[in-house]
């Protein structure tokens, strides 16, 4: 079993900045790709950056040049900075990630509980 903890969000008025992290943690062999999407209310959930073990990245168009995608791979964690935030970014952000498990050896796909951001003045 694997569990993928997200930490960081909370109340940020515009303009101003917030780092989210992701630490995953049990039965883990290896982690190929993790990812930030993010789902505001009366919408679907959307990508917002993905991040694979070599470190190639890709960014949702509305969040590139604001937001910055980081993984350390000893701690199986992924960051996500963002800056220059707007209301428009307010929403419940998951962390997802594709892991290699033990026991048995499978690849699956799992996602975090999420964590609220609100931008607001």
């Known amino acids: 079993q694997v569990q993928l903890v997200e930490s960081g969000g909370g109340l940020v008025q515009p303009g101003g900045s917030l780092r989210l992290s992701c630490a995953a943690s049990?039965?883990?062999?290896?982690?190929?790709?993790m990812g930030w999407y993010r789902q505001a209310p009366g919408k679907e959930r959307e990508l917002v950056a993905r991040?694979?073990?070599?470190?190639?990245?890709n960014y949702a168009d509305s969040m590139k040049g604001r937001f910055t995608i980081s993984r350390d791979n000893a701690k199986n964690t992924v960051y996500l900075q963002m800056n220059s935030l707007k209301p428009e970014d307010t929403a419940v952000y998951y962390c997802?990630?594709?892991?290699?498990?033990?026991?048995?050896?499978?690849?699956?796909?799992?996602w975090g509980q999420g964590t609220q951001v609100t931008v607001s003045s």
């Open positions: 049990g039965s883990i062999v290896s982690i190929s790709a």
């Open positions: 991040i694979v073990s070599g470190g190639s990245t």
């Open positions: 997802n990630a594709d892991v290699l498990t033990a026991l048995p050896l499978s690849i699956k796909n799992y």
